[in-house]
Structures are given as structure tokens and as C-alpha cells.
Nanobody, 126 residues
Framework: QVQLVESGGGLVQAGGSLRLSCAAS????????VGWFRQAPGKEREFVAV????????YYVDSVKGRFTISRDNAKNTVYLQMNNLKPEDTAVYYC???????????????????WGQGTQVTVSS
């Protein structure tokens, strides 16, 4: 079982940067893909990015490609989301979660994940 805790959110002006962290507990973290999702008020949870269990493969939603970078340090049981050139439409609560199945490929579907954290608020002002 893997449990995740997000941190690093905050208030930033448009064009600014933030780095989110997702710290995991559990012995199988390094064998699971990890995804970042976000949810804005009144909207459904949206896929943002995913990284494979090895860190060798990543995938992003089109709206963040070229601006966000997902990475992981399995020795520290942590996944990061570097967010650059932030836009007001990036404002949301950001969540991370781990794939239910070990050694499975990444997925864009929230139902394929478990161990959701409490989320971290990102607010981008114009």
C-alpha cells in the first residue's frame, strides 16, 4: 500500500514557477507509475502528467506540454512536478496518486490510481 502527500503549492503571478513534491510511504512506491491530477472549482479532476515506475517515460496533457516537467527520485520516494510559465488557467488543487498495479504503464484515468493525497492549492494571478 502506498500513501502520498503533496506539498509546494502557493500563490504565484502569471509567468512564474512552482515545484510540487509528492512524498510517498510504502515499500512498493518505486515499482509504480505516479500521476499528477488537478481539480479546479466546479470542474472534474483532470489528468496533468504521469511518470513511469522507472522514470524513463513521461506523458503530459497538451495544455501543459513544454511548461511542466514531471520527475522522480526513487531513493527519496518522491515525485516532483516543476511548473514554469504558469497561467491563470492552471489554478487548481493538485493531487498525486500511484498506479494501483505495480510495473503497469501510465494512465490518464483517476480510477487506475490509489493512495491519493490531500492535495496542494496552486493559485496563479493574472
Amino acid at each position: 500500500q502506498v500513501q502520498l502527500v503533496e506539498s509546494g503549492g502557493g500563490l504565484v503571478q502569471a509567468g512564474g514557477s512552482l515545484r510540487l513534491s509528492c512524498a510517498a510511504s510504502g515499500r512498493t512506491f518505486s515499482s509504480r507509475a505516479v500521476g499528477w491530477f488537478r481539480q479546479a472549482p466546479g470542474k472534474e479532476r483532470e489528468f496533468v502528467a504521469v511518470i513511469s515506475w522507472s522514470g524513463g517515460s513521461t506523458y503530459y496533457v497538451d495544455s501543459v506540454k513544454g511548461r511542466f516537467t514531471i520527475s522522480r527520485d526513487n531513493a527519496k520516494n518522491t515525485v516532483y512536478l516543476q511548473m514554469n510559465n504558469l497561467k491563470p488557467e492552471d489554478t487548481a488543487v493538485y493531487y498525486c496518486a500511484a498506479r494501483l498495479a505495480t510495473y503497469a504503464s501510465g494512465s490518464q484515468h483517476p480510477e487506475d490510481y490509489a493512495g491519493w493525497g490531500q492535495g496542494t492549492q496552486v493559485t496563479v494571478s493574472s
